[in-house]
């Protein structure tokens, strides 16, 4: 299965989003913590065969180069003038931060001047409200659910009896009779690691063409799937 997606975000926006998530100060970044984190979920995008843009491997590259020189002895004398070879990648995340900041600004002032035309709040029927998870939110659920398949499962030759195409007809059925559905649950009902994956690729899908919204009650959080009409009326 190969797919390509437009929902994906930059390497920087993946690299804000693990400094948040784990607390790190963005000012002393634990760079082997962060390339590790990174490099898993670079290994989850390639296991759904997802077209991958060459940045998020140059950023990639970079990260090892920093965490070589931050290896490297450095003479006593000239210690204190040598700059922290992760001076440049934080003053670029900086950077970055600011001017998402000051898109996310502007998005909001155009939602809140929309009001006059429409409801933007997502808010599900029974009057719960909820934040859209990122695409890195649902790469770490699926990332956690595969580690939860016992090893003579996760490799286990099984006969390709699930396909994108039906578990998009049967996420939308479902969320007919539900309002919201947890990605825990929806994993968990998997029979084996295929079933996961695919899984995984119909919510994506869904996702792309707007037919559904992760969402998420608090910043990473749990995330559940719910109709995008039903939040966005």
């Not at 299965?1 to 000012?27: A, Q, S, T, W």
């Not at 001076?87 to 900041?101: A, C, G, M, P, Q």
């Amino acid at each position: 299965m190969k797919v390509k997606l437009d929902i994906f975000e930059g390497p920087l926006d993946l690299l804000l989003y693990l400094i948040k998530k784990e607390h790190l100060n963005i000012y002393d970044i634990p760079i082997a913590k962060v390339i590790e984190q990174y490099l898993q979920f670079l290994e989850v995008i390639k296991l759904l065969d997802i077209n991958l843009a060459s940045e998020y491997l140059v950023t990639a590259a970079n990260l090892i180069n920093i965490k070589s020189k931050m290896l490297l002895p450095r003479q006593e004398e000239v210690q204190e003038e040598e700059e922290d070879p992760r001076e440049e990648l934080v003053r670029r995340l900086l950077e970055y931060e600011k001017f998402k900041d000051a898109a996310e600004f502007l998005r909001d002032k155009e939602v809140e001047r929309n009001r006059y035309f429409k409801r933007p709040t997502m808010e599900l029927p029974t009057g719960e409200v909820y934040i859209e998870a990122s695409i890195f939110d649902l790469i770490s659920a699926f990332k956690s659910a595969l580690k939860e398949i016992p090893k003579d499962v996760f490799f286990e030759v099984v006969k390709d009896e699930f396909t994108v195409e039906d578990k998009i007809h049967d996420l939308l059925h479902l969320l007919l009779v539900k309002d919201k559905v947890s990605l825990e649950e929806l994993f968990a009902s998997a029979k084996n690691k295929l079933e996961i994956v695919v899984t995984f690729l119909a919510i994506l899908e869904l996702i792309k063409v707007k037919e559904i919204a992760a969402i998420q009650e608090e910043l990473f959080g749990s995330i559940s799937i719910a109709r995008r009409d039903s939040i966005f009326a």
